[in-house]
């Protein structure tokens, strides 16, 4: 049977092959009464784009990149999720990279990514300096970029993070104010701006409450379980260890709980916890896990709607979004031991 054109659709539709174009295009300027016109058009026939056509004409695709530093990470898989929803339904595909903050793997995913020219890449970079000389490339082909929940330095996109530090500081006061004086971090590497922002957030909730930051309560991990395993085992090894731990990401959590559990210790009577992310089976752990919630497919779905906004022409000077964080108390978080 033979595919329908667009000349067809146009017929159909009542409009011209230009106005077909356009709403295929995703032209704003269509109007919204023909716009519909020819969305009823194209699925009465099932009309299908020669993708490869278009792609030649435009020297565009239909096609979004989310570039991601972990695939495995629970929070990176639902912030896919989020972006894919948005992107699907505005009539894109969505491609999944994965680096594992390697710069040169990532600088390779970009180069491909740019030289298939698609039409827009959301990137959680894998070093926010570094990066950046690769992303001023793509934008200087016309290829919209959003950064995702990393920031990158000079170059002038959108991003899309959480409350790192509100967020941190909610938690750590919390535990201030339940009589714990030794609160511990497992915190993710500096160069990071949401391991940054999670570390100022520890130590401003120190200073509200009149509490020194103690430099041997803070163990920096690369955001891996097999580091902070270690880490956590070392701090609540020590002789004066402390009666509370936060925990800066979910990745951080699986491993300490797996070397509270080598030590013995119990949750929250010997050692209290919050953790930055909610994770499926957070409210499932005996006791439940309080923690830090990120909305982690609204990050990915406001980072999908800007990027939307880049691909169809908007000229409004980048700038970044904050999402909220929530707070959720369980049972992990305890009154310090008497």
Not at 156 to 171: E, I
Request: hydrophobic content about 40%; glycine content about 8%.
């Amino acid at each position: 049977m033979k595919s329908p054109t667009m000349k067809e659709v146009a017929q159909h539709a009542g409009v011209s092959v230009a106005t077909v174009s356009r709403v295929l295009n995703d032209n704003a300027a269509v109007d919204g009464e023909l716009r519909q016109r020819v969305m009823s058009a194209i699925e009465h026939l099932r009309y299908r784009p020669n993708r490869l056509a278009r792609n030649l004409r435009t020297n565009s695709t239909k096609t979004i990149a989310i570039v991601v530093p972990d695939i495995e990470n629970p929070f990176f898989v639902s912030v896919a999720r989020g972006l894919e929803e948005v992107a699907f339904r505005a009539g894109y595909t969505v491609m999944v990279c994965n680096t594992d903050d390697d710069l040169d793997r990532e600088s390779a995913y970009l180069q491909v990514l740019g030289d298939e020219l698609v039409a827009g890449i959301v990137v959680c970079a894998t070093d926010e300096r570094r990066s950046a000389e690769q992303v001023r490339k793509i934008l200087d082909k016309g290829i919209a970029v959003v950064s995702l929940d990393r920031r990158l330095e000079n170059a002038a996109v959108d991003g899309v993070l959480s409350d790192n530090f509100g967020g941190t500081r909610t938690a750590v006061s919390y535990l201030i104010e339940q009589g714990h004086r030794r609160v511990g971090l497992i915190a993710g590497p500096a160069k990071y701006a949401p391991a940054r922002e999670r570390r100022m957030g520890y130590e401003q909730a120190l200073i509200d409450h009149g509490l020194p930051i103690n430099p041997e309560l803070i163990k920096v991990t690369n955001f891996k379980s097999s580091e902070a395993e270690a880490a956590t085992e070392e701090l609540l090894s020590s002789a004066d260890r402390p009666t509370a731990l936060f925990l800066s990401s979910g990745n951080v959590a699986i491993g300490s709980l797996r070397a509270i559990r080598h030590l013995g210790l119990g949750i929250p009577s010997d050692i209290s916890l919050i953790i930055f992310d909610d994770l499926d089976w957070a409210a499932a752990y005996n006791p439940p896990l309080t923690v830090v919630a990120q909305n982690t497919r609204q990050l990915g779905g406001l980072a999908g709607d800007l990027l939307l906004q880049r691909i169809r022409g908007s000229s409004e000077p980048p700038h970044e979004r904050h999402l909220p964080t929530q707070f959720v108390v369980r049972g992990s978080a305890g009154r310090a031991p008497q």
